[in-house]
């Protein structure tokens, strides 16, 4: 199992970093497209502690009025933003989703709630109910589909969800795509959220720890708010924060400093067991004639 989730990982990190790398590259096009003002806006703000509006109403996979508060109540739930026919991010986001999912031994339905929901008001019903089975199929756990919810909505109730959870967006009408953040947030069973998670690779350790903690009504505590916030990736710009740059150049030039120190000492050992060596009688020398 875990080296099946080694390999998983490491596949998922590679198509992941391909794609953060094509994105760098080629988002200078989209982005005069889109005003530079909105561009700058996209981000995946964290509000730990905030709670969002279940009163709030969507439409479901089977075509049927629901409130979010229907999936609060009893147990932690993991909100997934991003939209159906996303050609490209949003599967990685789900793709690395459901790697970590199949790691954790509580599924879906039982310990925990999953709703996705559409960014995009014309998106249907209908659509969300193919992306359900496409995921359940690929999740392969018995009874997940009643704790797996992808819900559509009219634009006034997913801009308002949207803010809530610190999703910020913008449409880009000159390639029908809309440019977002990447990630999914675990809330409590009151609708507080509890932990962010962002990217499109998740630790199954992490993910387990955040759904019992947020079972609990726990939320994040301030030094993985700090480390999530310094660890931040933008989809937009291709970077991370210029606090985790500043740590990874410091732990490279640590990390070179130690190696370098290593094989200095490992030379200088070497150099003294010669030495001794030299210094000491062969014990393996041929014997002297024999003395009559």
């Known amino acids: 199992m875990k080296n099946g989730f080694k390999i998983r990982l490491a596949v998922t990190r590679l198509v992941s970093t391909v794609f953060c790398l094509c994105l760098a590259l080629g988002f200078g ?15 995946f703000e964290q509000k730990v502690n905030k709670s969002i509006s279940l009163d709030l109403q969507f439409t479901d ?12 109540g009893r147990k932690p739930v993991i909100i997934v933003p991003g939209y159906y026919e996303c050609p490209m991010l949003c599967t990685l986001v789900l793709n690395g989703f459901v790697e970590a999912l199949q790691d954790l031994k ?9 709703v996705c929901f559409s960014i995009d008001p014309s998106e249907t019903p209908s659509l969300a109910a ?14 997940a589909g009643g704790g797996w ?53 998740y630790s199954p350790t992490e993910l387990r720890s955040s759904l019992i903690d947020a079972a609990s009504e726990k939320s994040a505590s301030p030094i993985q708010q ?9 989809p937009i710009t291709g970077k991370y924060g210029p606090l985790i740059m500043q740590v990874v150049r410091v732990s490279g030039v640590v990390t070179l400093l130690v190696l370098v120190l290593l ?15 030299a210094s000491c009688p062969s014990r393996l020398a041929a014997p002297g004639p024999p003395k009559l």
């Open 226 to 234: 700090f480390l999530l916030l310094c660890f931040h990736y933008s």
């Open 106 to 114: 509580s599924t879906a339905g039982n310990e925990f709630e999953i």
């Open 61 to 72: 996979e089977a075509g049927q009025r629901v409130k979010l508060g229907n999936y609060f």
């Open 149 to 201: 919810h992808f819900l559509t909505g009219a634009e006034p109730e997913i801009k308002r969800l949207a803010a809530q959870l610190g999703f910020a967006y913008a449409y880009d009408s000159a390639s029908k795509q809309f440019a977002h953040p990447s990630g999914f947030v675990v809330l409590t069973p009151q609708g507080k959220i509890a932990r962010y998670f962002f990217g499109v690779t």
């Open 263 to 277: 094989i200095v000492r490992w030379k200088a050992g070497g150099s003294r067991v010669e030495g001794s060596s």
């Open 29 to 43: 096009a989209r982005a005069d497209r889109l005003p530079a003002a909105e561009v700058a806006k996209i981000d």
């Open 130 to 143: 193919t992306k359900k089975q496409t995921y359940l199929k690929r999740y392969s756990r018995p009874g």
